[in-house]
């Protein structure tokens, strides 16, 4: 909880500068373990007025049309930020 307002606050004070008027955290992507518990999720955003959602690993892949067993989407989860960070950018 510590950390996320910290990377909130950092966001935001650039967010706020003249070079990038625009540029704001609009959504936070949940991701790990226990991303998916709710009572969790709740504690950790209760006082953070963003949306959230749960990081989706396979949105990206290219075979993500494929049916993914629920207990292999529910681990793959604890991998959503190392598998985007490998995935080549899009932009």
Same mark, same amino acid.
């Given at each position: +909880?510590? #950390? /996320? *307002? +910290?990377? $909130?606050?950092?966001?935001?004070? *650039?967010?706020?500068?003249? #070079?990038?008027? #625009?540029k704001k955290i609009e *959504?936070? $992507? /949940?991701?790990?373990t226990r991303a998916?518990?709710?009572a969790i999720v709740d504690? /950790? /955003?209760? #006082?953070i007025p963003l949306e959230h959602a749960l990081a989706d690993a396979w949105v990206n892949i290219p075979a993500a049309h494929m049916?993914?067993?629920?207990?292999l989407y529910v681990q793959s989860t604890e991998y959503a930020a190392a598998i985007g960070l490998s995935l080549p950018s899009l932009h």
């Open positions: +909880k510590i #950390e /996320l *307002r +910290k990377v $909130l606050s950092f966001w935001d004070t *650039r967010a706020n500068s003249p #070079e990038n008027p #625009e *959504r936070i $992507l /949940l991701c790990g998916s518990s709710p504690e /950790l /955003l209760k #006082e049916r993914v067993r629920k207990e």
